[in-house]
T-cell receptor, first 109, second 117 residues
Framework: GQNIDQPTEMTATEGAIVQINCTYQTSGFNGLFWYQQHAGEAPTFLSYNVLDGLEEKGRFSSFLSRSKGYSYLLLKELQMKDSASYLCAVMDSNYQLIWGAGTKLIIKP | GAVVSQHPSWVICKSGTSVKIECRSLDFQATTMFWYRQFPKQSLMLMATSNEGSKATYEQGVEKDKFLINHASLTLSTLTVTSAHPEDSSFYIC?????????????FGSGTRLTVV
């Protein structure tokens, strides 16, 4: 079966760095997405990785290793507004999105 | 855990016809479901909020007569694209709320790829 795993909840301190991991087992691979979702809002696209390596975009970076079925989202200089759910999703060989359950990130002062 | 099933996974239809997409919550009751549209490598665009037993609330710019939403039960919401045109070709995704007012209280369907020819 297809499976995406990510931690249920993480807590970090304002100004610090946090890494959210995502491991996947899917039927084929056509890219991995990271989204941020605040309660009551639509998910916001953060990144898309289809090749191995690190993609940096401001305070957020995303890494992919296809051979390991592994990705992480790195958030630097954490701000209180970064408290949200972070969703990992993989597009399989049929171009369907397989979603992780999301990681609830709590930022403390 | 909370599971949302979305069907069909993909559909090809002729211009002018209608297509129905179903979104089911399999192991929980969802009084609220959301319908999104996704363009490549972009954020999900919220189309409408579907509440069980009442009319859906559409986002600005979304034609309610074209995208018909029905949420007749606590486990099923449907989106019907009426008189589809090639510009309606997109990836449609639903989500259901299983924890109200909670970060992470949403579960997403796998999406429906609609191609209008």
């Amino acid at each position: 079966g297809q499976n995406i795993d990510q931690p249920t909840e993480m807590t970090a301190t304002e100004g610090a760095i946090v890494q959210i991991n995502c491991t996947y087992q899917t039927s084929g691979f056509n890219g991995l997405f990271w989204y941020q979702q605040h309660a009551g809002e639509a998910p916001t696209f953060l990144s898309y990785n289809v090749l191995d390596g690190l993609e940096e975009k401001g305070r957020f970076s995303s890494f992919l290793s296809r051979s390991k079925g592994y990705s992480y989202l790195l958030l630097k200089e954490l701000q209180m507004k970064d408290s949200a759910s972070y969703l990992c999703a993989v597009m399989d060989s049929n171009y369907q999105l397989i979603w992780g359950a999301g990681t609830k990130l709590i930022i403390k002062p | 855990g909370a599971v949302v099933s979305q069907h069909p996974s993909w559909v090809i239809c002729k211009s002018g016809t209608s297509v129905k997409i179903e979104c089911r919550s399999l192991d929980f009751q969802a009084t609220t479901m959301f319908w999104y549209r996704q363009f490549p490598k972009q954020s999900l665009m919220l189309m409408a909020t579907s509440n069980e037993g009442s009319k859906a609330t559409y986002e600005q710019g979304v034609e309610k007569d074209k995208f018909l939403i029905n949420h007749a039960s606590l486990t099923l919401s449907t989106l019907t694209v009426t008189s589809a045109h090639p510009e309606d070709s997109s990836f449609y995704i639903c989500s259901a709320v299983h924890q109200v007012d909670e970060i992470g209280g949403y579960t997403f369907g796998s999406g429906t790829r609609l191609t209008v020819v």
